[in-house]
């Protein structure tokens, strides 16, 4: 990394760590979101896949229509407008993951509904003023991403320690950790991801000071 | 009276289940991201949320199920659940906030208010509800289901705060500080309850 860079980076990390969602402020890691179905249905990577589709399919639209219906309705009312578009949206979303993953979105039980109601997805109505809706759009497609990132990485993580497969085909003979398929395993794991994610930041932020201060 | 008696029964057996062994928390980590942001910030009142919680969950129980029961019929019961769910989450939400706006007035009023709905849509109340739903529970097992899961939240935030107090936090690594090791923390509580059951929970 050069000086000039990492000067740049230095004086704008800052910013970077509210705005970027999908490493330096990501919505699991840093923020503690949607961790219900990442600790106890994110346990072989088909679940994980079955839930960043859903996810992938609810975020951003709802943040969007709470967006543009911030802009008419009251505040106060928030709740209820982005609660309520993710509860209709889940409608047609149940019938995409059906068609795309059969019966297999059973395994994920009650996870798959509870996440119109999960702080991932309806967090914004917090906020005391709307957000534009092209900002709502990018941020939501952001959280989604750095969202889905960490639901794989966990997913396919807890598959190949529980039972050694992924995607239900052997990879090891052994099973390393088979208490990640449990949601006591569950939350072992994400605590050291976080843990490890969080120290790779603490890293990075410490390497561009000082490249940022060798430079001047 | 039999049938008052083994309802009675039901309500308890389900409650305490509800409350330890099935704990929403360390069982189902529902509601887990509200405890990380009320343990993260002090300035919480745990004790309020996890009352309104409970009292939303409990006035919602009888009503969800008669909705469930009402939409047995239909094929599209599964993905009608939850919004079903949430209009009455919302109604009864309503109905707290008028009585608690009359008998409460003042600051004290206003914090209930702003309580109010992180407690209601919360993804401990729809996860409870969800799951008597789909076990097909009878009113009293949905009402002690309700109650219990409830309580045991409550005894899981305070536990959890109890625990990250106690956390010396000079010796843990800077990485683990805060989230990390909460969750860890949360799992080794969630593996003697996995040891107390001795099976995983359905999901």
């Known amino acids: 990394m050069n000086s000039e860079k990492a000067k740049y980076l230095a004086e704008n990390m800052e910013l970077r760590s509210r705005t970027d969602r999908l490493w330096l402020n990501n919505p699991v890691i840093m923020q503690g979101l949607g961790l219900a179905p990442l600790v106890v249905a994110a346990t072989t990577g088909r679940n994980a896949l079955i839930l960043a589709l859903a996810v992938a399919l609810l975020l951003t639209p709802t943040r969007l229509a709470g967006s543009l219906l911030g802009s008419v309705l009251p505040r106060r009312f928030a709740i209820f407008y982005y609660a309520g578009v993710a509860c209709l949206l889940y409608i047609p979303i149940y019938y995409v993951c059906l068609d795309v993953f059969g019966v297999a979105i059973r395994q994920v039980g009650i996870y798959l509904p509870l996440l119109v109601i999960d702080q991932l997805i309806i967090r914004r109505y917090t906020r005391e003023k709307p957000e534009r809706p092209l900002r709502a759009l990018r941020r939501g497609v952001a959280t989604t991403v750095g969202y889905c990132i960490v639901l794989l990485l966990v997913g396919f993580g807890r598959e190949f320690l529980a039972l050694g497969t992924l995607l239900e085909e052997p990879v090891l003979s052994v099973r390393l950790f088979p208490l990640a398929a449990d949601p006591a395993g569950g939350f072992l794991l994400v605590g050291a991801v976080c843990a490890g994610w969080r120290g790779c930041i603490r890293w990075y932020k410490k390497h561009v000071n000082m490249e940022a201060k060798r430079g001047v | ?203």
Request: include cysteine; charged fraction near 10%; hydrophobic fraction near 55%.
């Open chain 2, 1 to 203: 009276m039999s049938i008052v008696i083994g309802g009675l029964a039901q309500f308890f057996l389900y409650a305490v289940a509800a409350f330890a062994a099935q704990n929403a928390v360390f069982g189902r980590s529902l509601g887990i991201t509200s405890i990380v942001q009320m343990v993260e910030d002090p300035g919480r009142d745990s004790a309020l949320f996890c009352l309104l919680l409970t009292l939303v969950q409990l006035l919602c129980a009888p009503l969800c199920w008669a909705a469930n029961l009402a939409m047995a019929s239909l094929s599209l019961r599964t993905v009608l659940r939850p919004l079903a769910f949430f209009v009455i989450s919302a109604l009864v939400m309503g109905l707290v906030l008028v009585v608690f706006r009359q008998a409460v007035k003042g600051p004290r009023g206003e914090k209930i208010a702003r309580t109010l709905g992180p407690a209601t849509f919360n993804t401990c109340v729809l996860g409870t509800l969800l799951i008597c739903a789909v076990q097909n529970f009878n009113l009293a097992q949905y009402l002690g289901f309700a109650l219990g899961s409830g309580a045991g939240y409550f005894a899981s935030v305070l536990l959890v705060t109890e625990g990250q107090r106690k956390i010396d936090r000079r010796s843990v690594p800077a990485s683990f500080r805060g989230m990390p090791v909460m969750l860890i923390y949360i799992g080794i509580l969630a593996l003697a309850v996995y040891g107390f059951t001795g099976h995983g929970l359905a999901i």
